[in-house]
T-cell receptor
Framework: RKEVEQDPGPFNVPEGATVAFNCTYS??????FFWYRQDCRKEPKLLMS?????NEDGRFTAQLNRASQYISLLIRDSKLSDSATYLC????????????WGAGTKLIIKP | ETGVTQTPRHLVMGMTNKKSLKCEQH?????MYWYKQSAKKPLELMFV???????ENNSVPSRFSPECPNSSHLFLHLHTLQPEDSALYLC??????????????FGPGTRLTVL
Protein backbone atom coordinates (compact mmCIF):
# COMPACT_ATOMS: atom_id res chain seq x y z
CA ARG A 1 0.00 0.00 0.00
CA LYS A 2 1.33 3.44 -0.89
CA GLU A 3 2.11 5.69 2.07
CA VAL A 4 0.29 8.63 0.52
CA GLU A 5 -2.30 7.83 -2.10
CA GLN A 6 -4.00 10.15 -4.55
CA ASP A 7 -6.32 9.70 -7.52
CA PRO A 8 -4.03 10.58 -10.45
CA GLY A 9 -6.91 12.04 -12.50
CA PRO A 10 -6.99 13.94 -14.71
CA PHE A 11 -9.99 15.80 -13.40
CA ASN A 12 -11.49 17.78 -16.29
CA VAL A 13 -13.57 20.58 -14.84
CA PRO A 14 -15.32 23.56 -16.49
CA GLU A 15 -14.20 27.02 -15.47
CA GLY A 16 -16.19 28.34 -12.53
CA ALA A 17 -17.04 24.92 -11.14
CA THR A 18 -16.12 23.56 -7.73
CA VAL A 19 -13.77 20.62 -7.57
CA ALA A 20 -12.58 18.52 -4.66
CA PHE A 21 -10.07 15.75 -4.31
CA ASN A 22 -8.85 13.62 -1.47
CA CYS A 23 -5.63 12.09 -0.37
CA THR A 24 -5.26 9.16 2.03
CA TYR A 25 -2.24 8.40 4.17
CA SER A 26 -1.30 5.13 5.79
CA UNK A 27 0.87 6.16 8.75
CA UNK A 28 -1.19 7.05 11.80
CA UNK A 29 1.84 8.88 13.22
CA UNK A 30 1.55 11.48 10.49
CA UNK A 31 1.90 14.88 12.05
CA UNK A 32 1.78 17.61 9.46
CA PHE A 33 -0.03 17.87 6.16
CA PHE A 34 0.39 20.04 3.12
CA TRP A 35 -0.85 20.61 -0.38
CA TYR A 36 1.75 21.55 -2.97
CA ARG A 37 1.00 22.62 -6.50
CA GLN A 38 3.15 21.69 -9.51
CA ASP A 39 2.57 23.31 -12.87
CA CYS A 40 3.54 21.46 -16.02
CA ARG A 41 7.34 21.29 -16.33
CA LYS A 42 7.79 23.43 -13.22
CA GLU A 43 8.84 22.77 -9.66
CA PRO A 44 6.43 22.08 -6.78
CA LYS A 45 5.35 25.07 -4.69
CA LEU A 46 3.56 25.10 -1.37
CA LEU A 47 -0.14 25.85 -1.81
CA MET A 48 -1.25 25.56 1.80
CA SER A 49 -0.69 23.72 5.04
CA UNK A 50 -3.59 21.69 6.40
CA UNK A 51 -4.60 22.27 10.01
CA UNK A 52 -6.65 19.99 12.23
CA UNK A 53 -9.59 22.38 12.32
CA UNK A 54 -9.54 22.88 8.57
CA ASN A 55 -8.43 26.08 6.92
CA GLU A 56 -9.32 28.32 4.04
CA ASP A 57 -7.24 30.52 1.79
CA GLY A 58 -9.38 32.43 -0.67
CA ARG A 59 -11.03 29.92 -3.01
CA PHE A 60 -9.12 27.00 -1.50
CA THR A 61 -10.26 24.99 1.52
CA ALA A 62 -8.27 22.18 3.07
CA GLN A 63 -9.59 19.71 5.60
CA LEU A 64 -8.08 16.93 7.66
CA ASN A 65 -9.85 13.81 8.91
CA ARG A 66 -7.47 12.03 11.29
CA ALA A 67 -9.90 9.22 12.10
CA SER A 68 -10.17 8.19 8.48
CA GLN A 69 -6.65 9.31 7.63
CA TYR A 70 -7.40 11.55 4.72
CA ILE A 71 -7.06 15.16 3.74
CA SER A 72 -9.03 17.02 1.13
CA LEU A 73 -8.69 20.08 -1.04
CA LEU A 74 -11.68 22.02 -2.32
CA ILE A 75 -11.34 24.65 -5.02
CA ARG A 76 -14.30 26.98 -5.57
CA ASP A 77 -14.97 29.08 -8.65
CA SER A 78 -12.13 27.38 -10.49
CA LYS A 79 -9.95 29.43 -12.85
CA LEU A 80 -8.01 28.36 -15.92
CA SER A 81 -4.85 29.12 -13.95
CA ASP A 82 -5.76 26.46 -11.40
CA SER A 83 -4.79 23.80 -13.96
CA ALA A 84 -1.88 21.96 -12.39
CA THR A 85 -0.97 18.82 -10.50
CA TYR A 86 -1.79 18.95 -6.80
CA LEU A 87 0.56 17.03 -4.54
CA CYS A 88 -0.47 15.78 -1.13
CA UNK A 89 2.40 15.78 1.37
CA UNK A 90 2.66 14.33 4.86
CA UNK A 91 5.30 14.60 7.58
CA UNK A 92 5.53 11.70 9.99
CA UNK A 93 6.15 12.28 13.70
CA UNK A 94 9.14 9.99 13.96
CA UNK A 95 10.87 11.58 10.99
CA UNK A 96 10.63 15.25 11.58
CA UNK A 97 12.30 16.34 8.41
CA UNK A 98 11.27 13.79 5.84
CA UNK A 99 8.20 14.60 3.80
CA UNK A 100 6.22 11.76 2.23
CA TRP A 101 4.80 12.77 -1.14
CA GLY A 102 1.80 11.57 -3.09
CA ALA A 103 2.13 11.14 -6.85
CA GLY A 104 -0.32 13.98 -7.43
CA THR A 105 -3.75 14.64 -8.89
CA LYS A 106 -3.84 16.34 -12.25
CA LEU A 107 -6.48 19.05 -12.65
CA ILE A 108 -7.46 20.54 -16.00
CA ILE A 109 -9.79 23.53 -16.02
CA LYS A 110 -11.55 23.98 -19.34
CA PRO A 111 -13.00 27.26 -20.65
CA GLU B 1 12.12 33.87 -9.02
CA THR B 2 15.71 32.99 -8.16
CA GLY B 3 15.44 31.62 -4.60
CA VAL B 4 16.80 28.21 -5.61
CA THR B 5 18.66 27.78 -8.87
CA GLN B 6 19.80 24.60 -10.58
CA THR B 7 22.16 23.97 -13.45
CA PRO B 8 22.08 22.54 -15.97
CA ARG B 9 18.35 22.54 -16.74
CA HIS B 10 18.72 19.66 -19.18
CA LEU B 11 21.39 16.99 -19.36
CA VAL B 12 21.87 14.06 -21.71
CA MET B 13 24.62 11.64 -20.81
CA GLY B 14 25.88 8.22 -21.71
CA MET B 15 26.18 5.46 -19.17
CA THR B 16 29.95 5.85 -18.95
CA ASN B 17 29.97 9.62 -18.48
CA LYS B 18 30.61 11.57 -15.30
CA LYS B 19 28.63 14.73 -14.75
CA SER B 20 27.55 16.95 -11.86
CA LEU B 21 24.34 18.76 -11.03
CA LYS B 22 24.57 22.04 -9.16
CA CYS B 23 22.11 23.69 -6.83
CA GLU B 24 22.38 27.08 -5.15
CA GLN B 25 19.96 28.65 -2.70
CA HIS B 26 19.84 32.39 -2.01
CA UNK B 27 17.38 32.18 0.89
CA UNK B 28 19.73 31.79 3.84
CA UNK B 29 18.32 28.34 4.58
CA UNK B 30 20.10 25.71 6.64
CA UNK B 31 18.72 22.52 5.07
CA MET B 32 19.00 21.28 1.50
CA TYR B 33 17.57 18.25 -0.27
CA TRP B 34 17.92 16.23 -3.45
CA TYR B 35 14.79 14.59 -4.86
CA LYS B 36 14.18 12.38 -7.87
CA GLN B 37 10.87 12.77 -9.72
CA SER B 38 9.90 10.14 -12.29
CA ALA B 39 6.76 10.32 -14.39
CA LYS B 40 3.57 9.52 -12.48
CA LYS B 41 5.54 8.63 -9.33
CA PRO B 42 5.88 10.48 -6.01
CA LEU B 43 8.93 12.54 -5.32
CA GLU B 44 11.66 10.31 -3.91
CA LEU B 45 13.89 11.86 -1.30
CA MET B 46 17.52 11.02 -2.04
CA PHE B 47 19.71 13.06 0.31
CA VAL B 48 19.26 15.59 3.10
CA UNK B 49 21.85 18.04 4.37
CA UNK B 50 21.58 20.19 7.46
CA UNK B 51 24.25 22.80 8.12
CA UNK B 52 26.45 21.08 5.52
CA UNK B 53 26.21 17.69 7.20
CA UNK B 54 24.45 14.78 5.51
CA UNK B 55 21.64 13.55 7.71
CA GLU B 56 19.85 11.20 5.36
CA ASN B 57 20.78 8.85 2.55
CA ASN B 58 17.69 7.00 1.44
CA SER B 59 19.39 3.86 0.14
CA VAL B 60 20.56 5.68 -2.93
CA PRO B 61 22.96 3.75 -5.23
CA SER B 62 26.58 4.80 -4.96
CA ARG B 63 26.56 6.01 -8.56
CA PHE B 64 24.94 9.14 -7.06
CA SER B 65 27.30 11.09 -4.82
CA PRO B 66 26.21 14.30 -3.08
CA GLU B 67 28.45 17.11 -1.93
CA CYS B 68 27.59 20.13 0.21
CA PRO B 69 30.60 22.48 0.44
CA ASN B 70 28.62 25.18 2.27
CA SER B 71 25.05 25.91 3.31
CA SER B 72 24.25 27.62 -0.01
CA HIS B 73 25.51 25.03 -2.45
CA LEU B 74 24.66 21.42 -3.12
CA PHE B 75 26.02 19.16 -5.82
CA LEU B 76 25.02 15.74 -7.11
CA HIS B 77 27.85 13.91 -8.83
CA LEU B 78 26.78 11.28 -11.34
CA HIS B 79 28.81 8.40 -12.76
CA THR B 80 28.01 5.18 -14.62
CA LEU B 81 24.28 5.86 -14.52
CA GLN B 82 21.62 3.55 -15.91
CA PRO B 83 18.77 4.43 -18.31
CA GLU B 84 16.28 4.02 -15.43
CA ASP B 85 18.00 6.94 -13.70
CA SER B 86 16.48 9.25 -16.30
CA ALA B 87 14.20 11.61 -14.39
CA LEU B 88 13.75 15.14 -13.13
CA TYR B 89 16.18 15.87 -10.29
CA LEU B 90 14.93 18.55 -7.95
CA CYS B 91 16.87 20.44 -5.35
CA UNK B 92 15.05 22.04 -2.43
CA UNK B 93 15.89 24.02 0.66
CA UNK B 94 14.11 24.85 3.89
CA UNK B 95 14.77 27.28 6.70
CA UNK B 96 15.69 24.45 9.02
CA UNK B 97 15.35 20.71 9.18
CA UNK B 98 12.71 20.34 11.84
CA UNK B 99 9.97 22.39 13.34
CA UNK B 100 6.46 23.40 12.50
CA UNK B 101 7.46 25.63 9.65
CA UNK B 102 9.25 23.45 7.18
CA UNK B 103 8.17 24.74 3.80
CA UNK B 104 10.50 23.48 1.14
CA UNK B 105 11.44 25.75 -1.74
CA PHE B 106 12.34 23.97 -4.93
CA GLY B 107 14.64 24.77 -7.79
CA PRO B 108 13.40 24.32 -11.38
CA GLY B 109 15.07 20.92 -11.65
CA THR B 110 17.47 19.23 -14.01
CA ARG B 111 15.85 16.94 -16.55
CA LEU B 112 18.31 14.08 -16.97
CA THR B 113 18.31 11.59 -19.81
CA VAL B 114 20.68 8.63 -19.67
CA LEU B 115 21.27 6.92 -22.99
Amino acid sequence: RKEVEQDPGPFNVPEGATVAFNCTYSNSASQSFFWYRQDCRKEPKLLMSVYSSGNEDGRFTAQLNRASQYISLLIRDSKLSDSATYLCVVRVMDSNYQLIWGAGTKLIIKP
Amino acid sequence: ETGVTQTPRHLVMGMTNKKSLKCEQHLGHNAMYWYKQSAKKPLELMFVYSLEERVENNSVPSRFSPECPNSSHLFLHLHTLQPEDSALYLCASSQRLAGDINEQFFGPGTRLTVL
